[in-house]
Structure formats: structure tokens, C-alpha cells
């Protein structure tokens, strides 16, 4: 294996950053709203791509165990990347850009409270814990990062690998 995990992974970082910039800079809130689906799309596109990749390197086949570690590998190096991407932007290039974000969670909180029948008490005691928290500081992102690994990271990977497996047909012995 030609270290493709790394290629497209830097690659698929790369690429979201510079789609994340380009939001950024048309409107902010669109970074923040549509942002994770391209980037869902970029590292599904990049993980299917290694495992691609990989396959062809192999004369065709791939087995399940084969194909699952370059797809998750290029997701650890794509999330990796993006992640640190986004703590640089968000709390050192734009730290206002927080606030963009916490209006758009207060907002989508806001419509699902209605769905959830929350009581007012509760809505007041979940929004004051929106204002107060902050998911882009080094703690939350050094938790959070290593989780993203495991869940959706794994399951990206397993349904990839599910997907793009090839093995040889053995004949009948």
C-alpha cells in the first residue's frame, strides 16, 4: 500500500478547509449550516477513493479487513486536519465566529424543543448551558476528537468496506 490514507487524507483536508474558507467568506452562517454536509461528502468521497485505491493496487480484490484500515486511516487524517483547522479559526482567526454558531444552535434548539415538548424550565436551563459552554476550546476538542474516530469514523469505514469489498472467487476443490 502506496500510504494512501495519507495522500487523500491530507487531500480531503485540504479540500474541506478551502470549501470551509469559501463559506466562510460568503456567509459565515452558511459555514456553520451547511459546512458539515459537504464535509460528510468530501471524506466519504476520499475514503471510498483510498479503498479504490488500494483495490487496484491489489489486482482488482480487496478483502473486508483490507479495505476497512485505509478508509478509516484517511478519515483520522481528514478529521484530524479539519478539526485543528477549526480550533485555529474559531479561537484565534475569528473568535466571533462562536457566536455565529451559538445563534444557530439557539435557533435549531429553539424548533426541536417544540418536538421534544420540552417545559419552559427546561428550555431556559438548556439554553443557559449553550450560552455558557464552548465546544471549540482545547478540552472539548481533545475529548471530542478521539471520539469522532470511534463514532462516525468506524461506522464510515465498516459500510465502505462493506460496500467495495471484492474477493476472489475460489474454485470448488
Known sequence: MSNYPLRFGLIAGATVIC??????FVDKSWMVSFGSFV????????MSKTVSAVRSESGGFIFFG?????????FIITTTITTLFTFLLMNYIDP????????????????????LKLGESDKEKMMEQLAESDAFDI???????????????TLYALI????MKKEPLLPNT
Open 160 to 163: 465502505i468496506a462493506l460496500i
Open 139 to 153: 478540552k472539548s476538542i481533545a475529548f471530542a476528537l478521539p471520539f469522532s474516530f470511534i463514532f462516525p469514523g
Open 66 to 74: 483490507n479495505a476497512f484500515k485505509p478508509a478509516w486511516g484517511t
Open 96 to 115: 466571533n465566529l462562536k457566536d455565529v454558531v451559538k445563534e444557530i444552535q439557539a435557533e435549531v434548539f429553539e424548533q426541536a424543543s417544540g418536538w
Open 19 to 24: 470549501l470551509t474558507l469559501l463559506f466562510y
Open 39 to 46: 464535509e460528510f461528502g468530501i471524506v466519504i468521497y476520499f
